[in-house]
């Protein structure tokens, strides 16, 4: 029995025991479900993304039961909307050449901008009848140019009345050349149509007024900003009530002549850098302005505009969730199955929850490596305790040779893994030390 048990336990320790952690993360984000909708979103304040990795892979999502849940970003809302027009014209000529039949048609009313057009579309009284049509274009009705060959039909109530352009057209004349028009078709009417729709994204935004502080270093002043690490930037706008025109550059990247000026009752004003999509990959950035041989200005504030994203899951069972995030261990960002259809959750749209606290504070930097490794620990002493069972073993059944090959067996399975596992913790500590 002894001996069984004791096998059983080596078994036991080889198969089931892993150097797997829980994963140890910086900052605990609680949130509380609301809303009807199926699925939820949260959005990502700049605590956030301070304290992440630039890829954003150490964000981990759990519901109430401690499972985690998927999710994917999003970083925009997409709008569409449709842009219509229409130009009544007016036949202004017809005539037979040849075996082909033509009528000529100009815009009723010229508008003082440019006629576009998408399509032409014509009424008649005729039916039965399927006729190949070219249409020409023209701005002057001398000149003319070939659009496109198309049919026209109205046969059994099916109809095609309307010729759709290949792309957006100016002409302000238009002519039909019917060849063989021996069912002697013509237009009621003639109307030139626009109609298009646009797609358009506009990025989730927001503003924030950071911590800063003022240096001056002889003739400039650098103001260093706080917390704006791993966000995407847009914009930084200054707070001041000075007169001035200078150079003013953000992060040594982009660059602009600012200035608030007075002439005669009249303020000019531009105090905005742009920086466009910029992410800041430091917990401190610097603002420099070129004072030259002036004085320094006022600096009464800073506003800084930025990118966030929003993180979307299905949230309908689950009371609270939380966000956690921090993390060194994870380095690949996530990639759920709930990303492909994100078109679909987006058009059904969503709840944005709000994040109530986040619990948590950044590690201390220590400037020498930990005494212990606790995790190395650890595995030396499984692996060490495993070599004591094998050797008890071995003297409880020496006399038991056909059992010895198992045995060999099982702790060199245990030997090559826990020493790999060894290995690995010892490279990862000398990284540290060089670090």
């Given at each position: 029995?002894?001996?069984?048990?004791?096998?059983?336990?080596?078994?036991?320790?080889?198969?089931?025991?892993?150097?797997?952690?829980?994963?140890?993360?910086?900052?605990?984000?609680?949130?509380?479900?609301?809303?009807?909708?199926?699925?939820?979103?949260?959005?990502?304040?700049?605590?956030?993304?301070?304290?992440?990795?630039?890829?954003?892979?150490?964000?981990?999502?759990?519901?109430?039961?401690?499972?985690?849940?998927?999710?994917?970003?999003?970083?925009?809302?997409?709008?569409?909307?449709?842009?219509?027009?229409?130009?009544?014209?007016?036949?202004?000529?017809?005539?037979?050449?040849?075996?082909?039949?033509?009528?000529?048609?100009?815009?009723?009313?010229?508008?003082?901008?440019?006629?576009?057009?998408?399509?032409?579309?014509?009424?008649?009284?005729?039916?039965?009848?399927?006729?190949?049509?070219?249409?020409?274009?023209?701005?002057?009705?001398?000149?003319?140019?070939?659009?496109?060959?198309?049919?026209?039909?109205?046969?059994?109530?099916?109809?095609?009345?309307?010729?759709?352009?290949?792309?957006?057209?100016?002409?302000?004349?238009?002519?039909?050349?019917?060849?063989?028009?021996?069912?002697?078709?013509?237009?009621?009417?003639?109307?030139?149509?626009?109609?298009?729709?646009?797609?358009?994204?506009?990025?989730?935004?927001?503003?924030?007024?950071?911590?800063?502080?003022?240096?001056?270093?002889?003739?400039?002043?650098?103001?260093?900003?706080?917390?704006?690490?791993?966000?995407?930037?847009?914009?930084?706008?200054?707070?001041?009530?000075?007169?001035?025109?200078?150079?003013?550059?953000f992060d040594g990247r982009a660059s602009k002549t600012?200035?608030?000026?007075?002439?005669?009752?009249?303020?000019?004003?531009?105090?905005?850098?742009?920086?466009?999509?910029?992410?800041?990959?430091?917990?401190?950035?610097?603002?420099?302005?070129?004072?030259?041989?002036?004085?320094?200005?006022?600096?009464?504030?800073?506003?800084?505009?930025?990118?966030?994203?929003?993180?979307?899951?299905?949230?309908?069972?689950?009371?609270?969730?939380?966000?956690?995030f921090g993390s060194n261990e994870i380095s690949t960002?996530?990639?759920?199955?709930?990303?492909?259809?994100?078109?679909?959750?987006?058009?059904?749209?969503?709840?944005?929850?709000?994040?109530?606290e986040i619990i948590g504070e950044p590690p201390k930097?220590?400037?020498?490596?930990?005494?212990?490794?606790?995790?190395?620990?650890?595995?030396?002493?499984?692996?060490?305790?495993?070599?004591?069972?094998?050797?008890?073993?071995?003297?409880?059944?020496?006399?038991?040779?056909?059992?010895?090959?198992?045995?060999?067996?099982?702790?060199?399975?245990?030997?090559?893994?826990?020493?790999?596992?060894?290995?690995?913790?010892?490279?990862?500590?000398?990284?540290?030390?060089?670090?």
């Amino acid at each position: 029995m002894i001996k069984k048990a004791l096998i059983s336990i080596v078994l036991f320790v080889v198969l089931f025991s892993s150097s797997v952690y829980a994963l140890d993360f910086a900052y605990t984000a609680r949130i509380e479900n609301a809303g009807s909708k199926k699925y939820k979103a949260i959005r990502l304040t700049p605590r956030i993304y301070n304290n992440i990795g630039s890829n954003m892979a150490d964000l981990v999502l759990y519901d109430e039961n401690g499972e985690p849940v998927p999710y994917f970003i999003n970083s925009f809302a997409e709008s569409e909307f449709e842009a219509k027009k229409s130009y009544t014209m007016n036949l202004v000529n017809s005539f037979v050449k040849g075996e082909d039949y033509y009528f000529d048609y100009t815009v009723e009313n010229l508008p003082d901008e440019d006629v576009i057009a998408t399509s032409i579309e014509i009424k008649t009284g005729k039916d039965g009848f399927a006729k190949r049509v070219e249409i020409l274009g023209s701005y002057d009705n001398i000149n003319w140019e070939k659009v496109q060959d198309d049919i026209l039909y109205n046969v059994d109530g099916i109809k095609k009345l309307e010729i759709n352009f290949d792309t957006v057209k100016k002409y302000t004349h238009y002519r039909f050349k019917i060849p063989n028009n021996l069912e002697k078709i013509s237009f009621s009417s003639v109307e030139l149509r626009y109609n298009i729709v646009y797609h358009e994204k506009e990025y989730f935004s927001e503003t924030i007024n950071p911590e800063y502080t003022v240096l001056e270093q002889e003739n400039k002043t650098v103001v260093k900003i706080n917390g704006l690490k791993n966000l995407k930037l847009t914009g930084i706008t200054l707070k001041t009530d000075s007169t001035f025109k200078r150079e003013v550059s953000f992060d040594g990247r982009a660059s602009k002549t600012l200035y608030n000026l007075n002439f005669n009752d009249t303020q000019y004003t531009d105090l905005t850098l742009p920086v466009e999509h910029y992410k800041v990959d430091s917990d401190t950035s610097e603002l420099v302005i070129n004072n030259k041989d002036d004085k320094p200005i006022n600096i009464q504030g800073i506003e800084v505009k930025y990118l966030f994203d929003e993180l979307v899951f299905e949230g309908s069972s689950s009371k609270e969730y939380v966000l956690k995030f921090g993390s060194n261990e994870i380095s690949t960002p996530k990639s759920y199955d709930i990303s492909s259809y994100r078109e679909y959750i987006l058009d059904e749209g969503y709840d944005i929850l709000n994040i109530k606290e986040i619990i948590g504070e950044p590690p201390k930097a220590t400037e020498n490596p930990p005494k212990y490794d606790y995790k190395l620990i650890f595995n030396i002493s499984i692996c060490l305790v495993a070599v004591i069972m094998a050797v008890i073993i071995f003297l409880k059944i020496k006399n038991s040779f056909h059992k010895l090959p198992t045995l060999c067996f099982l702790t060199c399975i245990f030997v090559l893994k826990y020493g790999y596992i060894i290995y690995q913790e010892v490279q990862n500590t000398h990284e540290q030390y060089i670090k």
